[in-house]
Every structure is written in structure tokens, then in C-alpha cells.
């Protein structure tokens, strides 16, 4: 029996050694906690797409990545026989960290941007390349590092680098497509910038106050570029809210700062680059103050409570410019030179008349004010938005056309007939349609759509007409969030083009002798949002 017994004990210890010895009873039963730590959370985005078009840059340094207006300072342009060609991707990983020793009170976020067209550079340093082959590119990109506090409840602090958006919502906590159709739908401001924003939300009513430094020059010099915000919404009814902003933008950077060697404001490159109005002053300094006083509405913003979604706004940019005449005259005393005053309204229906969100037939109408003659009668009455100061600085992309106005289907190259809804300074009334079904519910989608816009003003030796486009898309949604989409667009160009030079700004149709070629586009994507 005593045998039995030690034999017995023996075997046991055995087993107990063998199973200690086991991974899966060390990483499946130990020491894997009952739940997932959610202190750190972490999201992506990966959009992979192969294009062919036939617009494309003339100048090599801008190969890697072109923004702004189409045939405008950018060199872009448009060939009957050339065919641009190339395959693009990008990736944003967004990383979240919310620790429990804060009980959710504090959270930090950080986004980067890494993209590339295949196959252009390898073993360098910069944005927007890096995948030739050997690729070890120097290429990540911060888009957002910014930290919420939550001190109360409805209290939101946001600080740093964030989301510098025109709408009354929370970036962070709101789907990007409602961020599209309502308050101002980036159409003055839609990009990031750093600063403090300080939010408080009721049941049915929100207010956000914001100061977002654009540009900081000599620190202990009153040269700079400054943003402020007061922008509030509230519901009137189930369905209905309204909403009303106050922005105001400082500046005394005299056109530096900025993008690269564009400059940023009134009188640099950037604003033709980007298709605003220029205000040529030469090399005179000015400073600049603008407000804009605006309301917003929409009814059903969401599409969930009936068929019928109405959105809208009118804003109005109120300000001035002053000048020093002398230039060897004292930098405080400045000289009145042009008042500003230019609005811009925007009024969006939706009729969805199936089963699902893509369901649905949408109408979309833009008008802003031009300007027939400059500031040579010393004022301006156009309209001033982000894209003065950034490149892009405000993108009005949820129309649904392609090429005419902004899309958002974009990787490296982000180039429209109207980049901004200034239009140069000559206004412009736009309308779009389009007509969504889901063939297979939330498994395939189509599109087709249309776009027609024409210039308030008409520059010299043009027309109003600036284009009719036609498009469509299919999309075969593989699984949640992600989707295989073919896309596909043609713009038909309007006497707006036979224009060779602008009477007071940049060169309508990239000084060519004639109307350009007409810009078409297709591209096939891949898209993953990953969480």
C-alpha cells in the first residue's frame, strides 16, 4: 500500500510539472485577463485606389502630391493624349489612450498619415512618398496629437493639435459624414490646427468656443496669425436644429508662416495655388481682420426619423485690410486700404425612398457672392475662407461630384475645376444631384450624379458656364467597413475657360491660348476602416 501510495504522488507531480510546462495553460488560463484592457484603443483607415485620368502636373517638384485648383499656379493641367496612370495608398492609424486611473475623465488621441503613389522614392525624407523600391522612406506625418478633459459632465476641453472643423459638432465623437452635411460642411474650415477648444452639451443644445493659433511668428512680436471661434446649435423640435456661429481670424503675419514657400494669407501664392482671390499689394505689408456671422440649420440630419433630410447655411465675411503706403514709415501706422464683405448660403435635400441610408435622391445648391472688379474700388466682395491660410484649409467635399467641385476620395492629389467656393473672387452658384440604391442591401451600391456651376462674375474674355460633370460609382461592400468601389467622371468645360488672363487675379485657364481639354477621371478603390 505504501508503494501504491508514493507511486500515486509521483505520477501526480509529474502531471502538475507537465501542465505548468504547457503555453496553453500559461497564455490562454493564467495570465490573460477575464476582459480586454481598454485603456488603449487603437483605429485605422487604409485606402488603396488605381487611377487614370488625364489631368496631371506639368512641373516635377510637384509629382508627389498636388492640391488646389485645377489649371491654376499648381500646373496642373489637362491632355488629350497623355494619360496619367499610377496606383496610391494611404494609411491613418489613430491611437487612443484612456486611462482608468482617470475613470475616462482624460483621454489622449494621437493620428498620423503615412501615403504614397507606388513605386516613387526610396531612402529620403518626406511627406507623401516612399515606396520605390528598397522603400525605407522617412514619411510619417502628424495630423492630430490632442488631449480631452472632461472636468464635468457635458464639459469638454480639447487641447493641441485637433480638428479645426466648421460645424458644432464634436470631431471625435461624430461620424465624418455628418460632419459633411451640416453646420458650414468644411466649406470655410475643414483641416486641422492647434489650440484650445472648450465644448458644453445639454440634452438639446451644445456651444463650443474655440482659439486656434494658424501661425506663430517671432514670439515676442504681435505677428501672427490667430483663430477664434463661438459656434452653437440647438433643437427647436424632434426633427428641426438650428444653429449660429461668430468666427474671427487675426491677421499680422504679413503673409509668411504657411505652406512651404507659398506663404499663407491674402497676398502669397498660396491663394491662387488654391484658387482664392489674391490681393496684390507687391511687397507692401498689410494686416488683415475678418468675421464671419453666420446660421445654420437642418431637419433630420441623420436620415433615421423620416424620408426627408434638409440641411443648410448662410454666412457672411465681414472685415478689412490695412496697408502701410511707406514702407520706411513706422509699422503702426497703417493706411485703410479695402473693406470686405462677401456671403455664402447652401441649401441640401435628401429623399430617401428605401430600405437603407443609400437609399435616397439629393439635391444640392451653393451660392457665393463675387467680385466684378477687384479691390481696384476699394472694397471686396467676395468670400474669404481656411483656404487664405491653408492648403487645403477648407474642403467642401460631400457634394458628390468629382471634379467640379472637391471629392473626398483622395490619397496624394487634390485638384478641382473649384477648390474653394470663393471661385477666385467671382462667386459661383453650383447644383448637384445624384441618385444612390443598394441593389443588395448594404452589399452592393451604385450612384449616378451630376454637377452644373456657373461664375457670378465672368473674367475677362470668358463666359459664365464653367462645366456640367456626369458620374457614377459602384461599390461591393466585402464586409463591415470595408468595400471594393469603381468611380468614374466627366467634366464638360463651359465658356469660362475661353478666358486667357483673369482681369485681377491668377490666369483662369493656366495661360494657355485655349480652352483646356476636357478632365475625365476612373479609379478603382480599396477602403478598410479598422477598429
Known amino acids: 500500500?505504501?508503494?501504491?501510495?508514493?507511486?500515486?504522488?509521483?505520477?501526480?507531480?509529474?502531471?502538475?510539472?507537465?501542465?505548468?510546462?504547457?503555453?496553453?495553460?500559461?497564455?490562454?488560463?493564467?495570465?490573460?485577463?477575464?476582459?480586454?484592457?481598454?485603456?488603449?484603443?487603437?483605429?485605422?483607415?487604409?485606402?488603396?485606389?488605381?487611377?487614370?485620368?488625364?489631368?496631371?502636373?506639368?512641373?516635377?517638384?510637384?509629382?508627389?502630391?498636388?492640391?488646389?485648383?485645377?489649371?491654376?499656379?499648381?500646373?496642373?493641367?489637362?491632355?488629350?493624349?497623355?494619360?496619367?496612370?499610377?496606383?496610391?495608398?494611404?494609411?491613418?492609424?489613430?491611437?487612443?489612450?484612456?486611462?482608468?486611473?482617470?475613470?475616462?475623465?482624460?483621454?489622449?488621441?494621437?493620428?498620423?498619415?503615412?501615403?504614397?503613389?507606388?513605386?516613387?522614392?526610396?531612402?529620403?525624407?518626406?511627406?507623401?512618398?516612399?515606396?520605390?523600391?528598397?522603400?525605407?522612406?522617412?514619411?510619417?506625418?502628424?495630423?492630430?496629437?490632442?488631449?480631452?478633459?472632461?472636468?464635468?459632465?457635458?464639459?469638454?476641453?480639447?487641447?493641441?493639435?485637433?480638428?479645426?472643423?466648421?460645424?458644432?459638432?464634436?470631431?471625435y465623437r461624430t461620424v465624418f459624414d455628418k460632419m459633411t452635411t451640416t453646420g458650414y460642411r468644411l466649406a470655410y474650415f475643414g483641416t486641422d490646427g492647434v489650440g484650445v477648444t472648450v465644448r458644453r452639451e445639454w440634452d438639446y443644445s451644445s456651444l463650443k468656443a474655440g482659439m486656434f493659433k494658424l501661425y506663430e511668428n517671432a514670439v515676442e512680436q504681435n505677428d501672427d496669425v490667430t483663430l477664434y471661434e463661438l459656434i452653437g446649435e440647438k433643437s427647436v423640435s424632434r426633427a428641426w436644429k438650428i444653429g449660429a456661429s461668430a468666427y474671427y481670424v487675426s491677421d499680422r503675419a504679413q503673409g509668411k508662416g504657411g505652406v512651404s514657400i507659398l506663404g499663407q494669407g491674402f497676398n502669397s501664392l498660396l491663394a491662387s495655388y488654391n484658387g482664392v482671390y489674391k490681393f496684390s499689394y507687391g511687397d507692401v505689408p498689410y494686416k488683415s481682420d475678418v468675421v464671419w456671422l453666420g446660421t445654420f440649420f437642418g431637419r433630420n440630419t441623420e436620415h433615421w426619423i423620416d424620408p426627408w433630410m434638409v440641411t443648410g447655411f448662410f454666412n457672411a465675411n465681414i472685415g478689412a485690410a490695412d496697408t502701410l503706403t511707406n514702407k520706411a514709415v513706422s509699422k503702426t501706422q497703417w493706411t485703410k486700404a479695402h473693406d470686405i464683405l462677401g456671403f455664402a448660403a447652401n441649401l441640401r435635400l435628401s429623399y430617401r425612398y428605401g430600405q437603407t441610408l443609400n437609399d435616397h435622391a439629393s439635391i444640392d445648391v451653393l451660392y457665393s457672392s463675387g467680385d466684378d472688379n477687384g479691390i481696384s474700388d476699394g472694397k471686396y466682395s467676395g468670400v474669404i475662407t481656411g483656404n487664405q491660410w491653408g492648403s487645403p484649409g477648407a474642403i467642401f467635399i460631400s457634394s458628390g461630384s468629382y471634379i467640379l467641385l472637391p471629392h473626398g476620395n483622395v490619397v496624394n492629389r487634390f485638384m478641382h475645376a473649384v477648390c474653394d467656393i470663393s471661385n477666385m473672387g467671382y462667386g459661383l452658384t453650383a447644383i448637384t444631384?445624384?441618385?444612390?440604391?443598394?441593389?443588395?442591401?448594404?452589399?452592393?451600391?451604385?450612384?449616378?450624379?451630376?454637377?452644373?456651376?456657373?461664375?457670378?462674375?465672368?473674367?475677362?474674355?470668358?463666359?459664365?458656364?464653367?462645366?456640367?460633370e456626369v458620374n457614377g460609382k459602384v461599390a461591393y461592400n466585402i464586409g463591415p467597413f470595408m468595400s471594393l468601389e469603381l468611380h468614374g467622371a466627366y467634366l464638360m468645360l463651359g465658356d469660362f475657360y475661353d478666358s486667357k488672363q483673369s482681369s485681377y487675379s491668377s490666369s483662369v485657364n493656366g495661360n494657355s491660348d485655349t480652352r483646356p481639354v476636357n478632365p475625365w477621371t476612373a479609379f478603382l478603390v480599396f477602403k478598410w476602416l479598422m477598429f
Do not use: C
Request: net charge positive; glycine share 10%; no cysteine.
Open 1 to 171: 500500500m505504501k508503494k501504491l501510495i508514493v507511486l500515486s504522488l509521483l505520477i501526480l507531480a509529474i502531471l502538475a510539472n507537465a501542465q505548468s510546462q504547457n503555453p496553453s495553460n500559461q497564455y490562454f488560463s493564467g495570465e490573460v485577463p477575464d476582459k480586454a484592457n481598454k485603456e488603449f484603443q487603437f483605429l485605422g483607415f487604409f485606402i488603396n485606389q488605381g487611377v487614370a485620368s488625364n489631368m496631371y502636373a506639368q512641373s516635377d517638384f510637384l509629382k508627389g502630391q498636388v492640391v488646389g485648383r485645377l489649371f491654376g499656379s499648381n500646373t496642373t493641367n489637362t491632355s488629350s493624349s497623355k494619360v496619367s496612370r499610377y496606383a496610391e495608398q494611404r494609411f491613418l492609424p489613430f491611437f487612443i489612450y484612456k486611462p482608468n486611473l482617470f475613470d475616462g475623465k482624460a483621454i489622449l488621441r494621437a493620428s498620423f498619415e503615412i501615403d504614397w503613389t507606388w513605386g516613387d522614392v526610396a531612402y529620403g525624407v518626406g511627406g507623401n512618398l516612399g515606396s520605390a523600391i528598397s522603400a525605407d522612406q522617412v514619411n510619417i506625418q502628424t495630423q492630430n496629437i490632442e488631449l480631452e478633459l472632461i472636468p464635468f459632465a457635458g464639459w469638454y476641453i480639447n487641447l493641441g493639435l485637433q480638428r479645426m472643423f466648421d460645424s458644432p459638432y464634436n470631431p
Open 433 to 468: 444631384a445624384n441618385l444612390s440604391r443598394s441593389f443588395v442591401p448594404h452589399k452592393i451600391d451604385a450612384k449616378i450624379g451630376g454637377a452644373f456651376a456657373l461664375s457670378n462674375v465672368q473674367p475677362k474674355g470668358g463666359g459664365s458656364i464653367m462645366g456640367t
